[in-house]
């Protein structure tokens, strides 16, 4: 299976400011999400990776608030803009591998993000 | 947004018992996949059951799936201390690679 790594780990950053989280994956991807799991929930997708084009937003989700990069088929990068204590959870990237036999979807380590 | 529902929302048994927590969805799935996540890290990736399945076995697991129900179990037999985690199940639909998420169960297997 795809093997996935995330930076940083975890951040505690102010409010107001921006914080950019990687995901790299070990072979070449075309499917790449991004997750956000708030404290004691469970996870919901922010968005779609895509590579070469702009990503596709969930409803509740803006580009202004979290742009995505997709350079390529192994990497990606969320930033979470203009902080607040609210954006505290944890950011997931995952990829769907299309090397298994029926597509699972594996998940990165995660970033755990607190606003203060 | 969550497709389903998960119960229970917290299990705690002794070690060596079975856990069983079971996932029920709204809509018709093309496969179901379960999820354990220890201490808010990242989701281990635990099996995957096709909606045209109705029962897969890896190790110490066990998942049911009964699409005339909507609902799936997994069953993990004789629990270990290393099984204390958050089990999510997430379904997709046909034509959709978008994982929609179970709320998660909560176990605890005590020493």
């Known amino acids: 299976s795809a093997v996935i790594s995330q930076k940083p780990s975890r951040d505690i950053c102010q409010r107001g400011t921006s914080l950019t989280i990687q995901c790299q994956v070990d072979?070449?991807?075309?499917?790449m999400f991004w997750y956000r799991q708030q404290p004691g929930q469970s996870l919901t997708l922010i968005a779609t990776?895509?590579?070469?084009?702009?990503?596709?937003?969930e409803s509740g989700f803006v580009i202004d608030k979290f742009p995505i990069s997709r350079p390529n088929l192994t990497f990606s990068t969320l930033t979470v803009s203009n902080m607040s204590p609210e954006d505290s959870s944890i950011y997931l990237c995952?990829?769907?591998?299309?090397?298994?036999?029926?597509?699972?979807?594996?998940f990165g380590p995660g970033t755990r993000l607190t606003v203060l | 947004s969550q497709q389903g529902e998960e119960d229970p929302q917290a299990l705690s048994i002794q070690e060596g018992e079975n856990a069983t927590m079971n996932c029920s969805y709204k809509?018709?799935?093309?496969?179901l996949q379960w999820y354990r996540q220890n201490s808010g890290r990242g989701l281990v990736h635990l099996i995957l059951?096709?909606?045209?399945?109705r029962e897969k076995h890896s190790g110490r697991l066990r998942v049911t799936l009964d699409t005339s129900k909507k609902s799936s179990s997994l069953l993990i037999t004789a629990s270990r201390a290393a099984d204390t985690a958050s089990y999510f199940c997430?379904?997709?639909?046909?034509?959709?690679?978008?994982?929609?998420f179970g709320a998660g169960t909560t176990v605890t297997v005590r020493a």
């Open positions: 072979s070449q991807v075309t499917m």
């Open positions: 995952s990829v769907e591998d299309t090397g298994t036999r029926y597509n699972e979807q594996f």
């Open positions: 059951i096709r909606s045209n399945e």
């Open positions: 997430a379904t997709t639909r046909r034509n959709d690679y978008k994982l929609s």
């Open positions: 809509t018709s799935i093309n496969n």
């Open positions: 990776a895509n590579q070469g084009s702009e990503a596709t937003y």
